[in-house]
């Protein structure tokens, strides 16, 4: 009899072993279709939604769509966010969220991480945050790069925070239906004001 469960977990090693990158306890891959089951889990946690509810996704098609476009930017840019897995141990293979650098408004590299609830408060965030910093710089060091951060989203602040980007800007979260939210806007040098503008519209 077919064992889903090993069955699932020998795929996920696999998708290790095809990793593009590997960083310290983590293997960096670039996102195929297959991820999109995995991603709708982490993204339908409530507890994700908890600090920045735009982050939620509603279904398993807008995870689909949205990982289309994840994998577009790969295809046009060289680089993109990684979907992010467990490299060592029993756990090799499971999927510790989505992050890194990708291409924005034709202006910058965006540094932006979602992390499976499960593995906060242990240091993901910095290892993805070095080795996409460290990929964009050395694709296209002419371009900054930045952070998007909702205001209220505290765990992501203090992560973008100390990776070394400062605060740029702060302002109304024009993709937010709550009238009130903010955003902030972090870089890792000074930007013009079109640049904001572009970054933030």
Same mark, same amino acid.
């Given at each position: 009899?077919?064992?889903?469960?090993?069955?699932?977990?020998?795929?996920?090693?696999?998708?290790?072993?095809?990793?593009?990158?590997?960083?310290?306890?983590?293997?960096?891959?670039?996102?195929?279709?297959?991820?999109?089951?995995?991603?709708?889990? /982490?993204?339908?946690?409530?507890? $994700?939604?908890?600090?920045? &509810?735009?982050? *939620?996704?509603?279904?398993?098609?807008? +995870? #689909?769509?949205?990982?289309?476009?994840?994998?577009?930017?790969?295809?046009?840019?060289?680089?993109?966010?990684?979907?992010?897995?467990?490299?060592?141990?029993?756990?090799?293979?499971?999927?510790?969220?989505?992050?890194?650098?990708?291409?924005?408004?034709?202006?910058?590299?965006?540094?932006?991480?979602?992390?499976?609830?499960?593995?906060?408060?242990?240091?993901?965030?910095?290892?993805?945050?070095?080795?996409? /910093?460290?990929?964009?710089?050395? $694709?296209?060091?002419?371009? &900054?790069?930045? *952070?998007?951060?909702?205001?209220?989203? +505290? #765990?992501?602040?203090?992560?973008?925070?100390?990776?070394?980007?400062?605060?740029?800007?702060?302002?109304?979260?024009?993709?937010?239906?709550?009238?009130?939210?903010?955003?902030?806007?972090?870089?890792?040098?000074?930007?013009?004001?079109?640049?904001?503008?572009?970054?933030?519209?």
């Amino acid at each position: 009899m077919f064992d889903e469960a090993a069955g699932a977990k020998s795929t996920a090693r696999s998708r290790v072993q095809s990793a593009q990158s590997l960083s310290g306890r983590l293997a960096l891959c670039s996102p195929t279709p297959d991820d999109a089951d995995e991603l709708y889990s /982490m993204y339908s946690d409530p507890r $994700l939604a908890e600090a920045d &509810p735009m982050l *939620a996704h509603p279904s398993i098609a807008y +995870t #689909r769509a949205v990982l289309q476009r994840r994998i577009a930017e790969w295809h046009e840019h060289g680089q993109g966010l990684w979907v992010v897995r467990h490299l060592h141990g029993s756990s090799a293979g499971e999927l510790v969220g989505i992050g890194g650098c990708n291409f924005w408004a034709n202006t910058a590299w965006n540094l932006s991480f979602s992390l499976h609830p499960q593995g906060w408060g242990r240091g993901y965030a910095q290892e993805i945050a070095a080795a996409g /910093m460290e990929q964009a710089r050395a $694709l296209r060091p002419d371009l &900054p790069i930045t *952070a998007v951060v909702a205001t209220r989203n +505290t #765990r992501s602040r203090k992560a973008v925070e100390r990776a070394g980007l400062h605060q740029v800007w702060q302002g109304q979260d024009n993709h937010d239906p709550d009238p009130t939210a903010t955003m902030l806007l972090y870089a890792d040098r000074s930007l013009s004001k079109d640049q904001i503008q572009a970054l933030t519209r």
